[in-house]
C-alpha cells in the first residue's frame, strides 16, 4: 500500500496548495477589478480570462481532494444499512465509477486540448488548451485517488 499511498500524499499537498492559492488569487483578482471598476471606472479586462482559469483550477482540483478524502457526494444511509460485504462491494463500485469517469474525462479534454492547442485565449494569449489541461491533471489525480482506496479496501487488515 506505501507504493500507492506516499506519492498521493505528496500529489494531495500539492493540489491543496495549488488550490488554495487558486482560492487566495482568485479572491484578490475579484477585489482588484471591482476597485478598479467602481473606484476609478477602469476595469481591468485581463481579470476576467485568468478568474476563468482560477475556477477551472478550484473546481477539478477540489474534486480530486474530495475523492481522496472520501468526501464526494454519497448515499450514506443506504450503504450504512448495508451489512459489511455489502458496503465493501458498493464502496468499489463507487470507485471504479470514478476511475471510469475520470477515463472518459481523459479522453475528451485530450480530445479538446488537441483540437483547440492552435486557439489562444483572447487577451492573454495562452494556448486554449491550458482549459482542458487542468482536468487532465485532476483527472489524473482522480484515478490515482480511487485506486488507493480501491487497493485499501481489499488490503488485508491487520489486527
Known sequence: MRFIKRPNDFLFRLLMIVASLSLAGLSLMVFYSVVMRYVFSDAPDYVEPIALLLVIVIAMFGAALK?????????????????????????????????????????????????????????????????????????????????????????????
Open 67 to 159: 475523492v481522496r478524502e472520501s468526501g464526494h457526494i454519497g448515499l450514506d444511509s443506504l450503504v450504512k444499512s448495508l451489512p459489511p460485504k455489502g458496503r465493501v462491494v458498493v464502496e468499489a463500485f463507487q470507485h471504479l465509477c470514478l476511475i471510469a469517469f475520470a477515463v472518459a474525462m481523459l479522453f475528451g479534454c485530450l480530445q479538446m486540448a488537441e483540437t483547440t492547442m492552435e486557439d489562444k485565449i483572447p487577451i492573454l494569449g495562452l494556448p486554449e488548451a491550458l482549459r482542458y489541461c487542468i482536468p487532465l491533471i485532476a483527472g489524473v489525480c482522480i484515478i490515482l485517488f480511487s485506486l488507493e482506496h480501491l487497493l485499501n479496501l481489499f488490503a488485508p487488515k491487520h489486527k
